[in-house]
């Protein structure tokens, strides 16, 4: 099966490309990976073989990196990634209390999903929130000062429009 | 989100942040934006460094190594490309500044890596940007394009006959990649694995080339110090330790937040003025002062200027100016094992003190979280985490071990009242008539 991408993940790929001098095209590939997971979802075994030929790399190369990086999922996870940052500034602030509040009202675990591949959490580190603690990130989108109930009103929200 | 401005900060860099559109290019040029640069153009590497040095600016990313010195270290004659790379990974726990910086004031930080490429003779420059970023990563994109569309980037930048590119770069979730040669190693399409050094960037960085490796911080200050003149930047913090920093403030106060202030601003009057005191008017138990790498310091340790000598004083770190305030009630083990779980998590797994050494730790911070620990795990503890020190192939290592040993040092009261909690627990009925 060959891989197409919208005509604007592909502009934003070959962008990514262009950005790079000739002969370390291998830049490329964590940038690439991440911008097209953003479209497919999941980082799949056709797309590491595509952008491995895109950036002139083995696609060893490729998925050694995809196992490194927390970012980049092998796995496909809900189509809202929650992640709640329980490190120590959002520990203080009871971000712990959201975790735990979440995991128990979904039913399901870190990286895990939901049955109706709705939703996807994450246990993550500090996410650059922590004056404004706790934070819960949703995709690519901050939520400050989160409380149980503005969590529970965001999960309502990804509900109500699915 | 944001707090409002306070009378005790100076703001040189967050200036601009509460103006309409503070993003964009016009109001960067209606405030004295891209003025710096001119005046770098007219300036030869020579002056421009020189200036660095009078302004006493250290890095902001964690070290606090002399920025003018640095990028002295760039070798002129080598005919290899030279790079600028702008380490926005921002994950150290407990920082939340650069984000800041790029939202409010993208261009300011395009003007510094200019500034720089003029400096060592570099042509292409690269911020970047940790993944979870994504926001700032299109902000600054857009930043990028105007500064292209006016000039200041692309070839012959103003006449100047300076030629400069410069890109964002997304990384995709690795703190270790804010070490400045395990970012290197990804930039170059790696995983994060860190460098044996020497050769360091300034040498040897990107594609084996003389690199310029910065905090965004560090580069954003660039401007105000050629502004302003090196002197006058170097007069507003204490000897040594030039100018403001951005210190990011969290945890149980009143008034958390990102504020600007000169080196040497008191701790004290940082969290009972400016942060407006603790939550609920609870006592202070004590403060990790540089993000979550530095030692702890206890309550009554927490009254010092805040300046790079002033925190090494302390026996702890400036680090990444992320101040995490806890009150009374805090409990230590607790946060002494969420801070494990982070360098176990992050660990790279590349050099065995360090994989196995955090791994161990958060087991048995587990266990005396959990109320299953023993008398003896306290000293453990203490003990693997100083086998860690200086064992390391980079700083994470010290990085994981270091914190640690402060909360043992200066909480060892609380890790052994765990136990005796745990141990009257752990007593049954029986046991407490045989004890009788
Ligand atoms: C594990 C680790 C993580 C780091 N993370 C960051 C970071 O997120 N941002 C940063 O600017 N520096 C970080 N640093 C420090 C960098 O290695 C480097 O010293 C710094 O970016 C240099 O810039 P400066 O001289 O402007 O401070 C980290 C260091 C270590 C050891
Ligand atoms: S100290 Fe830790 S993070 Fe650094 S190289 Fe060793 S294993 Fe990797
Ligand atoms: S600790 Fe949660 S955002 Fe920093």
Redesign the interface.
């Known amino acids: 099966m060959s891989l197409t991408f919208t005509p604007e993940t592909e502009k934003i790929l070959q962008d990514i490309w262009s950005?790079y001098?000739e002969g370390?095209k291998?830049?490329?590939?964590?940038?690439m990976?991440?911008?097209a997971q953003d479209q497919l979802g999941v980082v799949t075994s056709e797309l590491v073989a595509e952008v491995a030929k895109r950036?002139e790399?083995s696609p060893l190369?490729v998925e050694?990196?995809v196992g490194?990086?927390?970012?980049?999922n092998k796995k496909r996870m809900g189509k809202h990634h929650v992640?709640v940052c329980?490190?120590?500034?959002c520990?203080?602030?009871g971000g712990e209390a959201l975790w735990h509040h979440a995991t128990k009202r979904l039913g399901i675990g870190h990286k895990e999903v939901t049955a109706d591949g709705l939703i996807s959490l994450e246990e993550v580190?500090?996410?650059?929130?922590?004056?404004?603690?706790p934070c819960v990130?949703d995709g690519?989108?901050?939520h400050?000062h989160v409380t149980i109930e503005k969590l529970d009103q965001l999960i309502d929200s990804i509900q109500k429009v699915h | 989100m944001f707090n409002e401005p306070h009378p005790d900060e100076v703001r040189i860099i967050s200036k601009r942040f509460g103006l309409p559109n503070s993003a964009s290019i016009d109001t960067y040029l209606a405030h004295e934006g891209y003025v710096a640069l001119m005046k770098a153009i007219e300036m030869s590497p020579e002056q421009i460094i020189d200036e660095l040095k009078l302004s006493n600016l250290r890095g902001r990313g964690g070290a606090g190594f002399p920025t003018g010195l640095k990028w002295s270290f760039i070798p002129r004659d080598n005919p290899k490309p030279k790079y600028v790379v702008v380490n926005a990974d921002e994950s150290e726990p407990g920082t939340c500044k650069d984000r800041l910086l790029i939202q409010n004031d993208p261009h300011q930080l395009i003007e510094g890596c200019i500034i720089a490429a003029r400096t060592i003779g570099c042509k292409k420059g690269y911020i970047y940007i940790r993944g979870e970023y994504r926001y700032l990563i299109d902000i600054m994109d857009k930043a990028l394009a105007e500064a292209y569309a006016h000039g200041y980037l692309g070839k012959n930048i103003k006449g100047s006959g300076l030629d400069f590119d410069l890109y964002t770069h997304t990384g995709a979730g690795a703190y270790e990649c804010g070490e400045e040669s395990a970012l290197l190693e990804s930039l170059e399409g790696k995983r994060g694995v860190p460098r044996i050094r020497p050769p360091f960037p300034a040498v040897s960085g990107l594609y084996a080339s003389p690199t310029v490796l910065n905090n965004v911080e560090t580069f954003c200050t660039v401007p105000a110090v050629l502004r302003m003149g090196g002197q006058a930047y170097a007069d507003i913090g204490t000897p040594k330790n030039g100018g403001t920093r951005m210190l990011c403030v969290s945890g149980h106060v009143n008034r958390p937040g990102v504020y600007e202030v000169p080196l040497g601003f008191p701790m004290q009057k940082m969290i009972y003025e400016t942060c407006g005191g603790i939550l609920n008017g609870k006592k202070l138990k004590g403060v990790i002062p540089g993000g979550s790498s530095s030692p702890v310091l206890k309550a009554d340790e927490c009254d010092f200027p805040m300046d790079y000598d002033n925190y090494a004083r302390m026996k702890t770190m400036a680090g990444s100016g992320g101040m995490m305030v806890m009150d009374e009630d805090t409990d230590i083990v607790k946060v002494a094992l969420r801070t494990m779980r982070f360098y176990a998590h992050e660990s790279c797994g590349w050099c065995i003190p360090c994989r196995e050494g955090t791994s161990w730790l958060r087991k048995i911070l587990t266990r005396m979280d959990e109320g299953t620990g023993r008398r003896a795990d306290i000293d453990l503890i203490h003990e693997l985490a100083k086998n860690m020190l200086g064992r390391t192939f980079c700083p994470l290592g010290d990085a994981a071990a270091m914190p640690t040993i402060g909360f043992i040092e200066k909480f060892r009261e609380e890790f052994e009242a765990r136990l005796r909690e745990t141990t009257m627990l752990a007593t049954t009925p029986d046991q407490l008539i045989s004890i009788n």
């Open positions: 950005r001098p370390r291998r830049s490329a590939v964590i940038p990976l991440m911008y950036c790399v190369q050694e990196v490194y990086y927390s970012m980049l992640q329980t490190n120590i500034a520990l203080l602030m580190e500090c996410a650059g929130a922590c004056s404004w603690a990130v690519y989108e901050y400050h």
